[in-house]
């Protein structure tokens, strides 16, 4: 995100804040959790079959996905209001540009966890399959 939309405003759950500070605390928790991911990505290329590693990366994932759809989320609303801000020129064309990217962004981010969910959803399955036999 890194400023791209600085300077909105919205109006989440009856409180009118900038939405930098609406997103932070998603932000906060998708940014722990792509940490977490790192980390155990870092230790299954080590061990690539260990079935609690593989475990823990399919349940950060998981997190990952549904902290991206809450900012998917809360971005969508934004845009609703930015719609009319635009047309009654409360915010620039620029920033109503970047706030589409932002969701593309983040549209792209979830769309990318989602796929490696689901791959991690069936190494896991292959994995605990072969430890049965």
Known sequence: MAGRIQGITVEIGGDTTKLQNALKGVNGQIKST???LKDVDKLLKLDPGNTELLAQKH???G???EGTKEKLTTLKAAAEQANTALANREISQSQYDALQREI???EQDLKRLEEQANQSATAANFESSMVVK
Do not use: D, P, W
Request: no cysteine; net charge negative.
């Open 34 to 36: 792509q940490q977490q």
């Open 59 to 61: 349940k950060l994932l």
């Open 63 to 65: 997190e990952a996905v």
């Open 104 to 106: 593309i962004e983040t």
